[in-house]
Structures are given as C-alpha cells and as structure tokens.
C-alpha cells in the first residue's frame, strides 16, 4: 500500500533515523526548534493523553520487542518537558511499549515544546505513516480534532496528508452500531464491509447485514450487493404508488413507530399488514411494541 504524504508542515516535526528533521527549512516552530536526540529514562515518561492509538497487537509488540532487542530503536521518541524531572510521550508509543516489554531502561528521544493540538496532530501522522492505526482509532483522532480545536474537515485532511472526502468517510465509521466498531477493530471485518454496511441507515439491519457477513463469510462486492437489494427494495416501497392517501399515511406512521418496513394491503374492507423484521433482535424488539 502506496504511504500517504506528511500533512503540511508536520514533516518537519518527525525526525529522520539519523534524528534529523526532514525539512530544514521547516523546524522552526511557534515555540523553538527541535533539539538533538537524547537518551532519557523510561519511567520517566508519561503518557499522551491525546494518543489516538488504543490497541496494540501483543504479537506485532512481541516483535519489535525483539527487533530493539537486536538493533535498538533506530527512531526515536518525541517527548515534551512538563516539569524538572518528567517527560510526556508525544509520539512512539510501540517503540516504548516494546522497550518496556524487554526491561530497557532508557530510549532516545527528541524533546520539544508542543500544544495539546499539536500532541494530537504529531501521534496522529505519525501513527498514519506507520499504518500503526486501525480505522476507528483513525476515526475518532479526526474526531477529535474537529470537535476540540474546531478544525475543520479540509484543515485536518490537510494535516493528516489525506483527502478531504477520505477524512470524511472515516470520521462516518463512528455511526456505525458500536459492535460492528468492534468488529472492525478486531479485523472480524474490513473497512471495506464496514463503508457499505453504511449504505443501509436503519442500525438493527446494519447489525443484521453485520451477522450475515460473519455467518456466510461475504466479502466485500457480496456485501455490497445485499446493500443494493436492501436500498432498492425500500425505494420501491416508498416510491410504490397507492390507491388510497389514508392507508399511505397510515403504512408511515406505522414504520416510524416500528422502525421498520410495514406494507398494507386492503381492499373491500379486508387485507393485511406486513412487517419485516432482519435480525432475532429486531423481532423482540417489534414485539415488545405490542406488550
């Protein structure tokens, strides 16, 4: 997979193996200009709150546990001063988790000033360089930029080195029912399913649609097949013509009620009414409507 480019401006912030910034044009910050590369204590290193990445692979981690244990960690850290004698991770969070993982006392490192915006901005490229991230953590560091520091999506899809339509459709991942989040994370599923599961706007058929690609093992094409015969069999529902206005507004309000397809049909007094359901859940849930 072809690597996207550093957003503007964050390339200068990530140091080369040899700890040199790509662009020497650019290291000069709002703050000061990066420093030579150090070798600092681990356990004097604290957390990023802003780190976008929440799992880590035990197995990957084990292997660059053993790769450090080799070579030694050819790229080092980005730490900030936040006191005398303490330091906050900004980005490398494997790189410590792995020399921790083998009892390494100390890691290089680049120590600069940063704002929290800009925490958040150097963990979520560089963690995009690496591919380090699943989609949902990609998601919700987007999200976050957003929301917290009212970026908006052109500006983070220009910090991120991404297009503005990519930023979009990860940032719609987070609309997804949440086991179906969960599903993506775990690589039950690819981001590839989880976009055209978002073809379908009703939650309990996306979980229904969710359990069919589990079950049948569908992959990506099939999966959005069933979206079509999903999409197109409510268009023509909604779009099918009928005789008498009352039993259309009646059919409406019985949908928004159930949250699911209802079609009536009467004649001379007489008919029926059909509701659909997908998924055991959505069943219970019907019924219970009428308890």
């Given amino acids: 997979m072809k690597k996207t480019s550093l957003g503007t401006g964050l390339s200068s912030l990530i140091p080369n193996k040899n700890g040199t910034t790509n662009k020497a044009s650019d290291i000069k910050t709002k703050s000061h200009r990066i420093t030579e590369v150090i070798k600092i204590s681990i356990d004097k290193i604290v957390p990023n709150p802003s780190q976008p990445r929440f799992y880590f692979d035990k197995d990957n981690l084990k292997n660059l546990s053993e790769s450090i244990k080799l070579h030694g960690v050819i790229q080092p850290i980005i730490v900030t001063k936040i006191d005398t004698d303490r330091y906050e991770l900004i980005a490398g969070e494997r790189r410590l988790q792995a020399s921790k993982l ?51 999506q052109e500006n983070v899809a220009k910090k991120a080195g991404k297009n503005r339509s990519t930023v979009a459709n990860t940032i719609r991942l987070l609309d997804l029912p949440i086991e179906i989040q969960r599903g993506l994370i775990e690589e039950k599923i690819t981001e590839g399913h989880a976009r055209a599961i978002l ?93």
């Fill in 199 to 291: 073809g379908i706007e009703n939650p309990e058929k996306q979980r229904a649609l969710y359990e069919l690609i589990l079950k049948n093992n569908l992959n990506v094409r099939a999966t959005e097949n069933k979206v079509k015969e999903v999409t197109v069999h409510t268009y023509k529902r909604k779009t099918s013509k009928q005789t008498d206005p009352h039993i259309q507004d009646v059919e409406d309000k019985i949908q928004q009620k159930l949250g699911t397809k209802v079609k009536i049909n009467k004649k001379n007094g007489s008919g029926k009414i059909i509701i659909d359901f997908f998924s055991e859940e959505e069943f219970e849930k019907i019924v219970k409507t009428f308890e």
């Fill in 102 to 152: 083998i009892g390494k006392k100390d890691i290089p490192a680049v120590v600069r000033l940063a704002t929290n915006q800009e925490k958040l901005e150097l963990a979520l490229v560089e963690n995009i360089q690496r591919h380090d991230l699943n989609p949902i953590e990609e998601a919700k560091a987007y999200k976050k930029l957003q929301t917290e520091f009212n970026l908006t």
